[in-house]
DNA sequence: TTCTCAAATAAGAATATTACTATTTACATC
DNA sequence: GATGTAAATAGTAATATTCTTATTTGAGAA
């Protein structure tokens, strides 16, 4: 999804493109990667000394709810990447160092939605993320022993 | 499972049975229902004036990491449940009153466990939350828009 | 029982996240 | 372009969660 597209999607939801909203995108954007909402809070600031880290989280929080990014819950602190499609994923969470991959797994709740809904409750959402030892992690510790 | 089963389980693991730990289960297992960190340390500072709110937090975490409570995120904060049976289940959670409901419904990662382990990463869990509106919420908004 | 030591705690600092409120701003309408 | 208004922001306070360190304690060994 490129710049322009993010922008487009927020006006159609009827959200303001205020500067901040646009930066916060922009730089997700360039930088490419997963990044918390104190590194975004830290790079605009450069820029704008004024900004407020609140509006950050809650931009972050707007346009996660919206779908336009995803948060990601680390063991060392949440972390933020932009959607490529509006569509969300799963990631796969090496609970040593971090390392994060995207997944294309994403549980079947077709049947278990309409259940729900018999029930009454209508399902909006899930998240999911599965928890891991990648292999360079893995290797470490089979070192580690080996010691 | 009974008060007297999850002390079994610390010891099985090697953990000490502390008065802090104990009491901490017991809380969750008298009040039976779920609670935030910040509930279990009001309700036992009652008694011991002197507990640290940190101890309730590195004990929720410790009994989640051995799969004796579960850690519930709600919108409004994160409360904890003692698993019945050691095994994790999953949630239905209500986003306008946080009403949270046990499910059965687990995803199925086999296939795609095997699928990483043959890249080299080793799953270790997952979590899984489903959000959506409970019946009397919905029925609510659909009297506000009748209003 | 006493001793020993790693594990756990208390207390407080640090960090993460959210809430509150007065002020500012995007943007639709004129 | 000027104006009205609801939405968004900045600044700050409040709350949630984690970290650090000196002290205490559970539990095994003597």
Known sequence: MSK?????????KGLKLTVQRRKIIETLHQLDGRMS???IYQELQKKNPNLS?????????????IGLVHHIPLPSGAV?????????HHH?????CDKV????????????????????????G???????QCSECRNDNKQRIVD
């Open 126 to 132: 899930h998240i999911f993320e599965v928890y891991g």
């Open 53 to 65: 880290l609140d509006t950050v989280y809650r931009n972050l929080r707007l346009l996660t709810e």
């Open 37 to 39: 909402a104190r590194d």
């Open 92 to 96: 796969l969470v090496c609970i040593n």
């Open 101 to 124: 991959s995207c997944i294309a797994y994403c549980p079947d709740l077709s049947g278990f939605s309409s259940y729900a809904d018999s029930e009454g409750f209508k399902v909006l």
């Open 80 to 88: 933020f990447e932009l959607s490529d499609d509006g569509q969300h």
């Open 4 to 12: 322009h597209d993010y922008l487009k999607v927020l006006k159609e």
